[in-house]
């Protein structure tokens, strides 16, 4: 079937340490992948999305995914995490279905200490 | 542009009621989604519709759940009657169908069914 995994419901770290959020998909043709954040209280927001090109994409916030076909994977990193980093990140596809509809991962909280 | 506009934000209900939520696309985009996010169950698709006419509803829970798009900038999911389990935070979205798979979020109407 296909769908999309993310490994690690929480993530916790140090603010100024690297942020990896894992993002894996099941998929027999490649699709579109996007990451969505969504904070506290608020809808989703888009953060980055990859669809043909250039592999490693960037976002906002500083935030950027590369794709590795091989791999099956999208993770998402951040050299550095601050504090506003903290929300919940969704991992989500668009699966060559012709119908605009996306699975959806169940979502990592990334949570930053001080 | 206003971006997805949902109404309420939030709604308090006894069981039995009937609920409607309301949303509002954005100007010109042709998809609009209906989502359910519980802690429970995560984020799921309930329906969605392209050019006011539903696609796929299969992720509608019961019967006693409904959506309408009468136009282009309208929409309603109504639980008749509603309750408590359907407590959750339910979500609009609304695409285009180029851009493949990049939904735009509302803020989300939180439910409470006591």
């Known amino acids: 079937a296909q769908s999309v995994t993310q490994l690690g419901s929480h993530v916790s770290v140090s603010e100024g340490a690297l942020v990896l959020l894992r993002c894996n998909y099941s998929?027999?043709?490649?699709?579109?992948l996007f990451w969505y954040v969504q904070y506290p209280n608020q809808g989703l927001q888009l953060l980055l999305k990859?669809?043909?090109?250039?592999?490693l994409v960037k976002g906002i916030n500083g935030f950027e995914a590369e794709f590795k076909k091989s791999e099956t994977s999208f993770h998402l990193t951040k050299p550095s995490a601050h504090m506003s980093d903290a929300a919940e990140y969704f991992c989500?596809?668009?699966?060559?279905?012709?119908?605009?509809?996306?699975?959806f991962g169940t979502g990592t909280r990334l949570l930053v200490s001080p | 542009d206003a971006g997805v506009i949902q109404s309420p934000r939030h709604e308090v209900t006894e069981m039995g009621q009937e609920v409607t939520l309301r949303c509002k696309p954005i100007?010109?985009?042709?998809?609009l989604f209906w989502y359910r996010q519980t802690m429970m169950r995560g984020l799921e698709l309930l329906i969605y519709?392209?050019?006011?006419?539903?696609?796929?509803d299969s992720g509608m829970p019961e019967d006693r759940f409904s959506a309408k798009m009468p136009n282009a900038s309208f929409s309603t999911l109504k639980i008749q009657p509603s309750e408590p389990r359907d407590s959750a935070v339910y979500f609009c979205?609304?695409?285009?169908?180029?851009?493949?798979?990049?939904?735009?979020f509302g803020p989300g109407t939180r439910l409470t069914v006591t």
């Open positions: 998929s027999s043709v490649p699709p579109y």
């Open positions: 100007s010109g985009h042709d998809y």
């Open positions: 989500a596809a668009d699966l060559n279905t012709g119908f605009q509809k996306l699975v």
């Open positions: 990859y669809t043909t090109g250039a592999t």
């Open positions: 979205a609304s695409s285009l169908s180029q851009g493949r798979g990049e939904q735009y």
């Open positions: 519709f392209n050019n006011n006419v539903p696609i796929d």
